[in-house]
Antibody, heavy 119, light 107 residues
Framework: EVKLQQSGDELVRPGASVKMSCKAS????????MHWVKQSPGQGLEWIGT????????SYNQKFKGKATLTADKSSNTAYMELSRLTSEDSAVYYC????????????WGQGASVTVSS | DIQMTQTPSSMPASLGERVTISCRAS??????LNWYQQKPDGTIKPLIY???NLQSGVPSRFSGSGSGTDYSLTISSLEPEDFAMYYC?????????FGSGTKLEIK
């Protein structure tokens, strides 16, 4: 069974950073890209960026450059996203989603992880 | 960035009804358009890829069509599990962008 298990919800202080994880199981991790998507409260979906673990290549939405850093650990089949210099605008649910390489469709999604930025 | 405008933003409908959700891109996207469903618990799954191709495991009552800037998702006969949010997403150019969503509600 394909599963993307995301790390738990986070409460963080303004100005801090947070690193969340997305552990993949049930498939070959390097056969897929991993996307990250933001959903602000009551809002739609916003693409943050993508990492291709096979070649360790990243692609970012310009809006999130400097805010998000995507990494992947092939030895543990885990993708990570670190968000830095957090503000209230970063309070949202964040999803990871895999894409079979070259298909341009996110065919499996994590359950989402909530980040709340508050003092 | 390509803007994706979905209409309507919410749609009350009845079981068994046929419904259509529209998605308009701010420029032509050459059929590079996917549809996703989000349930109230946050679970997201793909429905349609490349405008009209049904994702594996998705019931045949879902269909997609369109070209150029205008696309649509049709559900031929609503089932209880179809009441959810629906999003279109273009992948013609970076950044990938989603529509603002359509909430399908029980009438």
């Amino acid at each position: 069974e394909v599963k993307l298990q995301q790390s738990g919800d986070e409460l963080v202080r303004p100005g801090a950073s947070v690193k969340m994880s997305c552990k993949a199981s049930g498939y070959t991790f390097t056969d897929y890209a991993m996307h990250w998507v933001k959903q602000s409260p009551g809002q739609g979906l916003e693409w943050i960026g993508t990492i291709i673990p096979l070649i360790d290549t990243t692609s970012y939405n310009q809006k999130f450059k400097g805010k998000a850093t995507l990494t992947a650990d092939k030895s543990s089949n885990t993708a990570y996203m670190e968000l830095s210099r957090l503000t209230s605008e970063d309070s949202a649910v964040y999803y990871c989603a895999r894409e079979p390489l070259g298909t341009d469709v996110m065919d499996a999604w994590g359950q989402g992880a909530s980040v709340t930025v508050s003092s | 960035d390509i803007q994706m405008t979905q209409t309507p933003s919410s749609m009350p409908a009845s079981l068994g009804e046929r419904v259509t959700i529209s998605c308009r891109a701010s420029q032509g996207i050459s059929n590079y358009l996917n549809w996703y469903q989000q349930k109230p618990d946050g679970t997201i799954k793909p429905l349609i890829y490349y405008t009209s191709n049904l994702q594996s495991g998705v019931p045949s009552r879902f269909s997609g069509s369109g070209s150029g800037t205008d696309y649509s998702l049709t559900i031929s006969s609503l089932e209880p599990e179809d009441f959810a949010m629906y999003y279109c997403q273009q992948y013609d150019s970076s950044p990938l962008t989603f529509g603002s969503g359509t909430k399908l509600e029980i009438k």
